[in-house]
């Protein structure tokens, strides 16, 4: 059925019940910060344009552990929500299920195998069947850095270890927080994350893809660890427990340096009216220049006895280019499509779809084990168990790698 077909439907709906909308989409999410509630409005105003109705179920926590719980309760209760935000392997394991819906017929109408990359249809289809469409790419592996408390330090920005960590001291001798953080699973593993890809692409990809015993427990892994002691000396005391969008807020206020964040945490600058060259700075976690690592978020479609137009209506907004731009642009991300301008994004939005289709094209593009692209979700949280446990104190580095091993092969 074509798009047109769809709004037909949908709209003869509208006219034979005589509600306000042709069918509501009731939509399971995490987006809860100022800045990724600003980018969902701009889909929920384009459905809404659809007279497609949006009932919301935001369920907060940034790494989407909370959601999937919820949803395996809605789930098991027979109550599945008609479109879910997921990332990675939870798409995988949920299409193994047997519980999603199907997209292919919007999806060959539309073209989406021409114009979304590979890496990530591996996660947007199944089988050989559309599930989910993919409505952005996040890069993993940023720093967002102030910009007047770099220009204090008087230096410039970091692009190696020993520049990052000189630039983390004079920021401390100058009275501020160096490192921004908030001390949840997720977001240390997205600093781990980058440590480990600093290390070598073929590091990051033995140790948090191959699951190599050898990478996972060897002197470089021990090096890593020994890398976010370092880093732990720059947190601040009253770290555990702080979301990572209070966390950009001290950037923002003047209270701390910078943050190791996802592309995410660009909306919150943007939300308070920063600007990147002005007000903040945008670089790669030193050492990872010219390697990327990525999630995608997604809305999945599960199977529903009714409102399967308003699924693939949904599902053809979320994949409009037009959207893909004007969401992206806020979010703080890169469009999913390859064929969006990079006209109405800013300079770290546009060196973000450059970076993204050079590490593509030079097959430096790797799925992020923090955000569940590189390894299930049984692996990736066995992995956070003790990257968290180590950064709050409880294991050395040497010890770190040994139970990180342990904690692998516990989970495979």
Known sequence: MKLKQLMASAALVALTSGSAYAE????????TSGGEAAALNVLKDNLAGQDIGWVDMPVAGGGGEAAMTTLRARVTAGDAPTAVQMLGFDIIDWANEDVLGNLNEVAAAEGWGKVVPEALQAFSKHDGNWIAAPVNVHSTNWVWISKSALDATGLGAPTSWDELTAVLDAMKANGITPLAHGGQAWQDATIFDAVVLSMGDDFYKSALIDLDTDALGGATMVEAFQRMDTLRGYVDDNFSGRDWNLASAMVINGEAGMQMMGDWAKGE???????????????????????????????????????????????????????????????GSVPARTDVPNTDFDDCGKKGMVDLADAGDNGRLFG???????????????IYDVVTAHFNGEYDAETAAQELVNAVESAM
């Open 24 to 31: 509501d989409v009731e939509v399971l999410h995490w987006w």
């Open 269 to 331: 600058f943007l939300r308070a009216d920063q600007k990147p060259g002005e007000d903040f700075v945008c670089i790669r976690f030193p050492g990872t220049q010219g390697a990327v690592t990525f999630n995608s978020d997604q809305f999945v479609m599960f199977e529903v006895d009714e409102g399967n137009d308003a699924q693939l209506a949904m599902a053809s907004a979320v994949m409009d280019p037009v959207f893909q731009s004007a969401f992206n642009v806020v979010k």
């Open 368 to 382: 992020s084990m923090a955000h569940g692209h590189s390894v299930p979700a049984s692996v990736k949280n066995a």
